[in-house]
């Protein structure tokens, strides 16, 4: 217990220090954060919400009201200040990380005797275990473990940078499922209402809460059948009733549209639509969930080798995250078939319905995985263990050829596609990647080989290469979090961020107080200008598009990749009534190498005056 307390302080230390020291005034990149400050001035300035960044005021009905009603607590304290906001969020990252270890503690510690080793059954636990066994110092070691490395993994770090709210979600969610792992126990029923009460709590924060209550249900159903029978039975049935009842309120109450509730009036059209295709976006979304849980922002950074991997999928029309993908991927399904072969079934069965119920939101996003992503790492770490002892078992000539197929032989046929398509030779950054992704995989193969040796001195020199990778990677993660200034300050580095705000700036310098701008970032120019918008009309009608932006007086046609609705939508209502827009400003959007790929531009209507009244 005295080594789980010294990693988990270990983890906290590095992720406040990491945290804290890249605090920054710098609005992180997407509209997102924009509304929620927005929110929560309207909050301090009137009592209720509204979207200040839109013309008119209209009253927030699509968000969930907690997140803003916190910042506005803080604002009352502290003013529009950003890098406040961001220290709230490092907060509750560090609270995330204890509530990842207590839940993992007792989930890892949960055992279905009938999933147990022989002479290790029920009797030798006694009546009061059998179902439940209280955390040991294996399972709470191995939690503390798992928790330091969800600290350190740059998606964590990154999350506890924005003004969003995965990361308290994340807190939430994980301290109810450490409460629904403890239902077993002595005083059960206690931890099942803590559950129920802690979700009904972060659905108030976002509507992916019923997501977890579904996993819930699904995890409980699938124990009433597995587990017929044994200990524990009616308090199982409670359970197998409670959640599923759960979710179907938490659904009717989405699609209800309540304000006050849960604030998203569009889930139900949105859920409609998706039902009905439900093959095509579960695969499309799947693929993209898979690559962004496995992606090099989300886990470790650049492993392995990403510069020159990415060169090679590419050359190869795959996805640039198909190594870690196929590397990851593999690992943690068998770590999932490891947990459930011990009888610890609630870590892959919450994580597979959680992640399959996302296939049903209309665009995704690596920190949705932030709330099950200690989840996934306890199949990850699982199924690398269950490798180890695999091969640890071998001798070394198998040992070796074990580590070369399952770690290297992927990067191997990559470096050798990329060479025979006669690409150029990796930069000096790609190089010091190199060293990165090398010194990982060189301190794995020591550390694996002084496992098979007996106790001795190569044992304790494996400790080396292990403290030299955490060390190596936590300098990557640092210039993930802390490095990310460009001419706008910290954002992400797709093209076309730094020219909208470029743009934005330009509105600002010549427009007058009441002007309003039309743009598909409605709240970012707010943010930076303090006008208000129109969002673009998503209409191909001419006419139609004509009215909606009647009462602007400014226009941005961004160059974003995410979204490219001004392209598609707002430039050809521009480009077709010249007599009344003009041109002033184009700004080039360039890729990651500096060359031109596009352009955003700023429109201004001639006579400077838009219709009064409101906007269709």
Same mark, same amino acid.
């Given at each position: 217990m ?94 995330a ?74 807190l ?9 792992? #403890? ?6 029923? @206690? =931890?099942?209402? *803590?559950? +129920?009460?802690? !979700? %009904?709590?972060?659905?108030? /924060? ?5 997501f ?15 587990? #017929? ?6 308090? @199982? =049935?409670?359970a *197998?009733? +409670?959640?599923? !009842? %759960?979710?179907?309120?938490? /659904? ?20 409609t ?27 470790f950074?650049y ?54 119920a ?46 070369f ?6 990067t ?20 010091f ?19 098979s ?32 200034e ?102 080039p ?6 060359q031109?790929?596009?352009q ?17």
């Amino acid at each position: 217990m005295r080594r789980s307390a010294l990693l988990l302080a270990l983890g906290l230390a590095l992720a406040a220090a990491i945290g804290f020291a890249g605090l920054n005034p710098h609005l992180p990149g997407g509209g997102d954060n924009a509304e929620y400050i927005a929110q929560a001035e309207a909050l301090v300035q009137s009592g209720h919400r509204a979207n200040l960044h839109l013309a008119g005021d209209p009253q927030e009905t699509f968000r969930p009201p907690l997140y803003p009603y916190l910042l506005s607590g803080l604002m009352r304290l502290c003013g529009r200040n950003v890098a406040a906001f961001k220290a709230a969020n490092v907060a509750f990252a560090l609270g995330a990380i204890l509530a990842a270890w207590w839940f993992l503690a007792a989930a890892l510690g949960m055992r279905d005797p009938r999933a147990m080793p022989s002479g290790q059954d029920a009797r030798g636990l006694g009546r009061a275990t059998a179902v439940a066994p209280p955390v040991g110092p294996e399972a709470s070691g191995e939690a503390a473990w798992l928790a330091l490395w969800f600290a350190l993994t740059p998606l964590t770090l990154y999350c506890a940078h924005d003004v969003l709210t995965d990361v308290p979600f994340a807190l939430l969610t994980l301290l109810a499922l450490g409460c629904a792992a #403890r239902w077993e126990r002595p005083h059960g029923p @206690r =931890w099942l209402v *803590a559950s +129920v009460a802690l !979700l %009904l709590l972060a659905m108030t /924060l976002r509507t992916a809460a019923l997501f977890v209550a579904g996993a819930l249900a699904v995890y409980f159903l699938l124990e009433l059948v597995l587990r #017929r029978g044994g200990e524990g039975g009616r308090r @199982r =049935w409670i359970a *197998a009733a +409670v959640f599923p !009842l %759960l979710t179907v309120a938490l /659904l009717i109450g989405s699609m209800s549209g309540s304000q006050t509730y849960t604030g998203d009036a569009r889930l139900s059209g949105r859920l409609t639509d998706l039902a009905l295709r439900i093959g095509y976006q579960g695969l499309r979304y799947g693929i993209l969930l898979a690559g962004e849980a496995v992606s090099h922002d989300t886990l470790f950074p650049y492993f392995p080798l990403p510069p020159l991997t990415m060169r090679a999928c590419h050359a190869l029309k795959l996805s640039a995250h198909a190594p870690g993908l196929l590397l990851i991927g593999a690992t943690s399904v068998w770590g999932a078939v490891a947990l459930w072969r011990r009888g610890v079934r609630l870590v892959p069965v919450v994580w597979l319905s959680y992640m399959g119920a996302l296939l049903l939101w209309p665009f995704v996003d690596a920190r949705f995985h932030l709330p099950v992503l200690p989840l996934f790492l306890a199949m990850t770490g699982a199924g690398a263990r269950a490798i180890v002892e695999k091969a640890s078992r071998q001798p070394p000539p198998a040992l070796l050829g074990t580590l070369f197929a399952v770690l290297l032989l992927p990067t191997v046929c990559l470096i050798g596609a990329v060479l025979a398509l006669g690409d150029p030779l990796p930069s000096f950054m790609t190089g010091f990647d190199w060293a990165v992704g090398g010194t990982m995989l060189a301190g794995l193969l020591i550390w694996i080989v002084a496992r098979s040796a007996p106790p001795s001195l190569p044992r304790r020199l494996a400790a080396l290469p292990v403290i030299l990778v955490l060390g190596l990677a936590l300098l990557r993660t640092t210039d993930l979090n802390l490095v990310r200034e460009h001419r706008w300050g910290p954002t992400p580095a797709e093209p076309g961020w730094p020219e909208f705000h470029e743009a934005a700036l330009a509105v600002r310098e010549r427009a007058a107080p009441d002007d309003v701008v039309v743009s598909a970032k409605t709240s970012l120019v707010w943010f930076w200008t303090g006008l208000k918008g129109l969002p673009v009309p998503e209409t191909s009608d001419l006419a139609e598009g004509q009215k909606r932006i009647a009462r602007a007086q400014w226009a941005i046609v961004d160059d974003l990749f995410e979204e490219r609705v001004g392209q598609q939508f707002l430039y050809p209502l521009l480009a077709s009534d010249e007599k009344r827009w003009e041109l002033v400003r184009q700004i080039p959007t360039l890729d990651a190498d500096g060359q031109p790929m596009g352009q955003t531009l700023v429109y201004r209507r001639r006579d400077g005056h838009g219709t009064s009244g409101p906007s269709p």
